[in-house]
């Protein structure tokens, strides 16, 4: 079936601009993850979300983001007023349930900040 | 808090040969661990994981050892082939959503 799919898959953009990445999830999954990872390192936890519950946004790293997820479904993460530092991959994943469930990741927006 | 530490950063192993990645976690109330492999430009992808509950377990060439008193899994690559060539992650979760991964494995298999 289908996996996770992100959008865009690469996104260069001046500092300052606003940026909107996209996520959709795998159908059915509950939970879905963000995560931040820069160049040659690990994965950085941005934000959760599961159901209906309010998400977890503490891996946020400042106010310029901020996300959201629509129906339970789709998920957009936007950054404002977008920085040097803020060049990296996006990854998305989601996971059947929140407890215990591997991780399906899709394959990243790549952003660079110029 | 807690943390996951992997090692090592960087493997360079000749084809045929057998590779060894070990995680260390903190959390003593972890009870689910899975290995993550990460090819060039694309996301992680899940390979194989392990409960709390069981010692060992192997999928064709890879297997995963837990020792729950050590707090250390282990990844095993045996006949590794140059398609094993990728970064391998480590994550612990103690049942809950929250996953700690660790800094990742560069494996190399040199053909």
């Known amino acids: 079936g289908a996996g996770v799919s992100q959008s865009p898959s690469n996104k260069v953009t001046e500092k300052g601009k606003d940026v909107e990445l996209r996520c959709d999830p795998i159908s059915g999954h509950t939970a879905l993850y963000w995560y931040r990872q820069s160049l040659g390192q690990g994965l950085e936890f941005l934000i959760y979300?599961?159901?209906?519950?309010?998400?977890?946004k503490s891996g946020l790293p400042s106010d310029r983001f901020s996300a959201e997820r629509t129906g339970g479904s789709v998920s957009t993460l936007t950054i404002q007023r977008t920085q040097q530092e803020d060049s990296a991959v996006y990854l998305c994943?989601?996971?059947?349930?929140?407890?215990?469930?591997?991780?399906?990741f899709g394959n990243g927006t790549r952003l660079t900040v110029t | 808090g807690e943390n996951v530490e992997q090692h090592p950063s960087t493997l360079s192993v000749q084809e045929g040969d057998s590779a060894v990645i070990k995680c260390t976690y903190s959390?003593?109330?972890?009870?689910?661990f899975p290995w993550y492999k990460q090819e060039l430009g694309k996301g992680p992808q899940l390979i194989i994981d392990?409960?709390?509950?069981?010692g060992e377990k192997k999928d064709q060439r890879i297997a995963v050892t837990l020792n729950k008193t050590a707090k250390h899994f282990s990844l095993h690559i045996t006949e590794t082939q140059p398609e094993d060539s990728a970064v391998y992650f480590c994550a612990a979760s103690r049942g809950t959503y929250k996953y700690i991964f660790g800094t990742g494995t560069r494996l190399k298999v040199l053909a």
């Open positions: 392990i409960r709390s509950n069981v």
């Open positions: 979300f599961q159901g209906n519950s309010a998400p977890d």
């Open positions: 994943a989601s996971s059947f349930r929140s407890y215990n469930s591997p991780l399906h």
């Open positions: 959390d003593s109330a972890s009870n689910y």
